[in-house]
C-alpha cells in the first residue's frame, strides 16, 4: 500500500504516502542468515550473526543491505547451485542485523493507519452481515432469500444484480451498477451461518487471524485451517502452536482442522501426479474437505459462510485484478473478505515483528 525507500541508519526501510527520491521501484524482502548459509556466504568470507533479525533485504535475486546492491545470485534453485556475482569490493563483508526496534518506531504511524483501516474492514464487514442476516431473519416468518430472488432478476434481465440495504432496514434488489452509482451498501447474501478465519500457517493468514481477534467477538467466529496431506510437520506443529496462544488470550474461540477422509497417496494411484496441466490437488485436497466441514450446527444442511482471508494483490497477476469482498471463489456457499489485500511484504512483515515483540 505505501512506497518504500532504504532506511541506511537502521539497515532497514522506511514507508512514504507518496514517490520521494529514493523509491524503491519493488518491494524487497527479509533476508535471514538461514538464506545466507544456503547461499555459501558463510564460506566465502562473509561474517553474520545467527540472529532473529534479518541481516539483507532482497529484490528479485539482488541483495542489499543499508541501501547498497552487495551482490547478485544466478541460478539458486532446487537444480542448480547458486552462483555469487559480487559488487565490485562486496567479496568481503561483516554485518550487522536490522535495528528492529528503531526501525518499527519510524515506521509506527503508517502502520498505525494500515491496523487501524484494515480492522475497521473486518469490523464493517462482520456488522454489515451479522445485522443483514439479523434484519432479513426479522423481516418474514419465512425468511427471504434475496440472494436466490437475486440470480432470478439477473437471468431475465441479463445485467448484474446488487442486494441493497436501504435505511429502514429493508433490503431491495438493484442493478449492481445503479447501487454502486448511489453509494448503497452491496450484499453477496443476506443468509450468513459462519464467519471463519482462514488459517494455512503463512505469514498473511496469521496476519488476518490477529487482526480478526482484535476486530470480532471470539464468541462470533472460528479458526479453519486444512491439512492438505502435504503440510510438512513443521507447519501442523505451527497451527497446533498458534492455537494454544490465542486459546490462552481467547479460551473460546474454536479452531477447527479439515482433513480429506482419504490419503493423498490413495489419490495419486487413482487420478496419477499431480502437475501444472492436471490440478487436481488443491480441489480435492482442500477444497472439498472444506466444504464439507461447512455445516449448519446441528443439521446437515451447508452453512453459508463468510471467511476472512490472507490473499494480497502483490502474490500474483490474478490476485492483483481481485476484489476486496468476492463471492464465490472456491465455494459458491462462502464469501472471500480480503483485509490485507493492498499490503505489501514490508508491511506484512513489519506488522508480524510488531505483533510478536508486543506478546513477548
Known sequence: MYKVTWDKETGGVLLHSRIVEGTLGVVPRPVFWEELDLLGLHCLGWSYP??????LWAVNKQYWYRGELMFEAKGANIYDA????????????????????????RNAEFMFLLESEAIEFIRETFSQYASARHGAEQGDAAPIDYETLAARVEKRSRQ??????????????????TAREQGKRVFHTTKIDKFLASFSGGKDSQVVLDLCTRAI??????????????????????????????????PDLKFSLVRNHESVLHYWDKIGTPSDTHRWCCSIMKTAPIYRSLKIEGTNKQAKSLAFEGVRSEESNTRSNYERIGKGVKHDIVINARPILNWNTIEVFLFSVCSRLTHQ
Open 50 to 55: 545467527h540472529t532473529a533479525e534479518p541481516l
Open 82 to 105: 547458486a552462483t555469487i556475482m559480487f559488487q565490485p569490493g562486496k567479496e568481503k563483508a561483516r554485518l550487522k542485523p536490522v535495528n528492529l526496534k528503531k526501525m518499527l518506531k
Open 160 to 177: 448484474k444484480m446488487a442486494i441493497v440495504r436501504e435505511d429502514c432496514d429493508s433490503f431491495e434488489i438493484m442493478p449492481l451498477d
Open 217 to 250: 467477538p471470539s464468541t462470533e467466529f472460528e479458526v479453519i485451517y486444512s491439512d492438505t496431506g502435504y503440510e510438512l510437520p513443521p507447519s501442523l506443529a505451527l497451527f497446533d502452536e498458534v492455537k494454544a496462544h490465542y486459546r490462552r488470550l481467547f
